[in-house]
């Protein structure tokens, strides 16, 4: 459920430098970064060179996905500015993990559990610790929506993905049938992407219907190259070393099939990471964090956010990088004023 809706105005309360938590870190710090993935690693950076000697907790497999975040788990990029040659999403975050070290920043790999917002300076907790900051910055991300069918996991990032963006032109899928999972505007925009590059695109809508925008379906429906298969469910992903098929069921008939696949593409959504602000912060109707426009305040004093947990129309690395430049460029501005 939707946050109600806020002011962005600026409240007046002291920075204080030091406070006594018994137990606890008394040292304040000017900023806490919470997330690993492109976002949460730029404003590390862009803030240990402004000598704001930033603290960054990466999480432990915090929404079941290694520090990183979502590029862990795709094994090549070739659209990530800087690189000729596709780069593997590892040793990308590798990278940007040891440049963010290298300026000065010091990474915990350990998890939030809360934040309290309110206070002043702000507290952060983590295994029982409460941290104490004057400005945080949130980059947690989204978590892709799975199905959880039989072989996923085993053909995960072998012919599954959840972004048609980041993967569907890659060499093992091009020229090749591919299946995209949904019926909203998410999956009829993936569908006709990947429409430039498969032999042909089957989608699986469950329902007799599409729930994406009139436009969207339009699109869907005059491609030649894709079809729809209502009232159809995945049962099984299948395969050898490398996906080769999903077994479907259509779910009035209860008729059983495989459809000969390369590729599949999970376009059910996406869940972002959220949970542990416990309300505190606006968001949309589906949960993502609400910033200011043009900027990455969350309208909550020294509170900012940038990545794909305040993003969901583009999710790209290297948006996320970009907003989090933002992040830090305005907590640096803000703590200066």
């Known amino acids: ?87 593997g999403g590892p040793e990308l975050m590798d990278r940007m993990r040891a440049q963010s070290q290298n300026y000065g920043t010091r990474i915990k790999t350990e998890t939030v559990d809360s934040v309290d917002l309110k206070s002043n300076p702000k507290k952060v907790v983590v295994g029982g610790t409460v941290y104490l900051t004057k400005a945080i910055i949130i980059a947690t991300g989204a978590t892709a929506k799975r199905l959880g069918i039989p072989g996923e996991e085993a053909y995960w990032q072998r012919g599954i993905s959840a972004c048609a963006v980041c993967d569907g032109a890659l060499p093992i899928f091009r020229d090749k049938p591919l299946v995209v999972i949904g019926g909203g505007d998410t999956a009829c925009e993936e569908a006709s992407y990947l429409s430039k590059f498969a032999s042909h695109v089957h989608m699986l809508v469950r329902r007799d219907e599409l729930r994406a925008s009139k436009a969207m379906q339009k699109r869907v429906l005059e491609n030649s190259k894709i079809t729809v298969h209502w009232n159809t469910e995945a049962l ?43 309300g505190q912060l606006p968001t949309d109707e589906t949960g993502y964090l609400v910033t200011k426009p043009d900027s990455t305040f969350t309208g909550v004093e ?9 993003d969901k129309v583009y999710r790209q690395a290297i948006t996320a990088a970009g907003s989090g430049c933002m992040a830090a460029l305005e907590v640096e501005r803000w703590l200066t004023e």
């Open 1 to 87: 459920m939707a946050t109600p809706a806020f002011s962005f105005g600026t409240m007046n309360t002291e920075n204080s430098t030091q406070a006594q938590e018994q137990g606890n870190s008394t040292t304040v710090e000017q900023v806490i970064i919470i997330g690993s993935g492109p976002a949460a690693h730029t404003a590390a950076i862009y803030a240990a060179r402004a000598q704001l000697a930033p603290l960054m907790f990466e999480g432990f497999m915090a929404g079941g996905v290694a520090a990183g975040g979502q590029l862990t788990t795709t094994t090549e990029i070739e659209n990530f500015p800087g690189f000729p040659e596709p780069v």
């Open 236 to 278: 099984e992903a299948v395969g050898d070393q490398l996906l080769t098929g999903v077994k479907v069921i259509q779910n009035k008939t209860r008729e059983e099939s495989l459809i000969e696949a390369k590729g599949l593409f999970f376009a059910i959504g996406h869940e972002p990471n959220t949970g542990f602000l416990e």
């Open 302 to 310: 020294g509170v900012y956010a940038c990545g794909d947990v305040k």
